[in-house]
């Protein structure tokens, strides 16, 4: 037993000697502390996961801050990839389109071009409930994916 204790301890301390550290979302410029954000759609996933990223990281949302974050293009949906021979679709892609405009005051800091993210999956009409299921976590790690590039794109405005 004191073997397993004594490897456990060794294999710590070469983690922690090694520099190894979680990946953190990288912080806001003060400037950017106090903010409005905005959207055609403030019940759209990205918006909602946005606005909560924010939040987490201190962000106060105001209507009224200098600063404003649109959100742009933002679009979600599904393709077919593939179907049987029975013409019954097998495979489906899932995507979410977004993008952003950073204004303080008239003077736009920052416009990214829409940012398209896919992921697919087999659907089985034997597993429809569960088939459901999965479609939704995908988009919701999409959507969190959407949010880390857009704070990450956020980081570099000064």
């Given at each position: 037993?004191?073997?397993?204790?004594?490897?456990?301890?060794?294999?710590?301390?070469?983690?922690?000697?090694?520099?190894?550290?979680?990946?953190?979302?990288?912080?806001?410029?003060?400037?950017?502390?106090?903010?409005?954000?905005?959207?055609?759609?403030?019940?759209?996933?990205?918006?909602?996961?946005?606005?909560?990223?924010?939040?987490?990281?201190?962000?106060?949302?105001?209507?009224?801050?200098?600063?404003?974050?649109?959100?742009?293009?933002?679009?979600?949906?599904?393709?077919?990839?593939?179907?049987?021979?029975?013409?019954?679709?097998?495979?489906?892609?899932?995507f979410y389109t977004s993008g952003f405009i950073l204004r303080r005051g008239q003077e736009v800091l920052m416009e990214s071009?829409?940012?398209?993210?896919?992921?697919?999956?087999?659907?089985?009409?034997?597993?429809?409930?569960?088939?459901?299921?999965?479609?939704?976590?995908?988009?919701?790690?999409?959507?969190?994916?959407?949010?880390?590039?857009?704070?990450?794109?956020?980081?570099?405005?000064?």
């Amino acid at each position: 037993m004191t073997i397993w204790r004594s490897a456990v301890l060794v294999l710590v301390g070469l983690v922690a000697g090694c520099g190894f550290q979680l990946a953190e979302r990288p912080l806001l410029a003060p400037s950017l502390q106090r903010i409005a954000l905005e959207a055609e759609d403030t019940r759209s996933d990205i918006y909602i996961a946005l606005e909560q990223a924010l939040i987490a990281q201190g962000v106060v949302i105001d209507r009224s801050a200098p600063a404003r974050l649109t959100l742009t293009a933002v679009n979600t949906g599904q393709r077919v990839l593939s179907v049987s021979a029975r013409n019954v679709p097998r495979e489906f892609e899932v995507f979410y389109t977004s993008g952003f405009i950073l204004r303080r005051g008239q003077e736009v800091l920052m416009e990214s071009a829409p940012l398209t993210l896919t992921r697919d999956y087999n659907w089985s009409e034997f597993e429809v409930l569960g088939k459901v299921q999965e479609e939704q976590d995908l988009r919701d790690l999409i959507v969190a994916d959407l949010v880390d590039a857009i704070l990450r794109q956020l980081a570099s405005v000064p």
